[in-house]
RNA sequence: GCGCCUGUAGCUCAGUUGGAUAGAGCGUUGGCCUCCGAAGCCAAAGGCCAGAGGUUCGAAUCCUCUCAGGCGCACCA
């Protein structure tokens, strides 16, 4: 039933559906309700008489009108009217409104869930960093939105798995092996240069100097395949194992930290696929190379799947192991890739295209980069020349909290300047303590209240309200936040649908900057007890969404700062 | 040359899938702590939404072109 949910705009949309029906007028597809940005426009808005005008062959005020008058009877709705060239506003009954707050309360963790997604499994995969090296700040940004994806999704009713998939196989991982060979060497006191396209980082000879120590350079007599496997091996063992660290100091936890060579390459699947392929006539043999018809599934050009040399493309590699191993145990796949990856993308749709997966079930965001700036100059980030700003840094500098947030008020693909020094100096001006500011104020307010007896427990959920007492929320900045609290399933549900964890932070930036000039202007704890019940139960309310919306973006809220 | 992303207040960025009078933070200016947390509150200033056309009841949002910045265009990964 729909009149469960909590969704505000599921009830209108209802509504409307009834409506449209009862006057005999065409349906209407999504999206059919919002909340208007000017306030006098009502509490949500339609616009469905305008779309509608044109099919019903009346002007959108009439169909309007139609509406209004075959709407059913909804205890939310207080009042419909028609404005401007045909929007039909509704304004929510205050009662109705007030009445739903103990509800949010006693929702806890579960208000602003949603069962969107259920019965369906997304595996996320995000960050996979190549094993060549610390985590840098780019790598932040992703795991940020990553992260936040995965527990927005989670929310709807999402089977999540979140990967990092480590590519320990390859050209890369030769040319780590080497360089680490050649770190190896120099802290024995051997004169051995870096390789062409080393590594040139200090992390290598950190790690050298370690191996060193454990006493296991008698790999370096091994003949050179094995020696390349082994030291490879290490490194990447230490490597990963640094960057896992790093991710949980984050916040970051991922479920499969998955190996391209154990996963895909050992098991045979890019073999595997490029016969599927081949049987379904999508390959072709030209100049001793092995190519996917990408061109016949909307990329322009055919791609190489096996070399002329018969050495497996990286793009084979991934199509194996997305078809077989992603959508093996997936209805949805989403990946997190740089900038430099986006060119990768349509070739990759192809491929899944090709393979049957409909084109809905994959989606990849494209993570734009980040431009460091220290004091507004540049700050160059290459792994190359070895100089570059590492995330471990930035969570020093900057928190974990802050950084995370200041990710997540961006959209994913939309490039992103990060001043060190300017985050680090304004770290106390930062969005998020102004949100996070809120929720322990509210902690704070119930230790009060709890100290003076008003409330038997310095827990909100504990709080011991009486029916009489929501009625006593008269003011309009408290009908107001009422209001904006009932928004707050509808956001959830859209920025999982959307994919756009950074509207929960804009919108708890707003929810905050409603509470602290109301909490300014007005007592909570007074000697009317019934009021301060009241007034308490709205705080509890604010602090339940504030927290459950710093949740999903892996934020913490605080009880005191 | 082709493709993708971006261009909104001095700076960093939002703008609810095309809605009604374009917003926030920082910065600037001026006020507010005998009272539940001043990491807060109140107020002011700041805009040709890069530019030009087009689509329609309606455009920051969609289309075309121009300009500017970033990134891609491998039998690399």
Redesign the pocket.
Known sequence: MTTDSQRVTEQLAAGLRAALAEAGLPALGE?AW?????G???DY?S?AA??LA?AARRP?RQVAELIVRHFPRLPAVGTLEI???G?V?VTLAPDWCRGALPGIVAAGATYGGGEAGRDQHVRLEFVSA?PTGPLVIVNARAAAVGDALARLLKSQGYAVTTEFYV?D????FQALAKSFEARVRQALGEDAPLPENGYPGDYLVDLARDYVKEGRPAALDLPEGQRVEHLGAYAVARITEGQRRVLHDYGVDFDLWSSERRAVRDRGLPERVLGELTARGLTYE????LWFRASEFGDEKDR?LR???G?L???AVDVAYHHYTKFGGATRVINLLG??????VTRMRAAMRALGHPGEAFDVL?I??V?LLRDGQPVRMSKRRGEFVLMEELLEEVGRDAARFTFL???H?????F?LA?ATR?S????V??VQ?AH??I???FR?AASQGAVPAPEWDRLDWSPSDPPRLTLPEELSLIKRLLQFPDLVA?AA??L?P??IA?WL?EL??AF??Y???????GDDVGLTRARLLLCAAVGQVIGNGLALLGVGA????
């Open positions: 999206h919002e909340v208007p940005r000017e006098a426009h009502g808005a616009n305008m779309v044109k959108p404005a401007g060239p929007f506003n190549n590519n196989a390859g050209n890369q030209q100049d001793g190379a190489v070399k002329s040399d050495e493309t990286y793009f900038p430099d990856h986006h060119g990768y494209i734009q980069l431009t008020t961006r959209r693909d939309s490039p992103l300047e001043d300017l304004q106390a001006d930062n969005p303590y102004y500011y322990a104020r902690m704070s307010l009060q859209g649908q959307a756009e950074h509207r804009y930036g905050a900057g602290h000039p909490y300014k202007v007005n007592r909570v704890i605080p009880e005191s700062m």
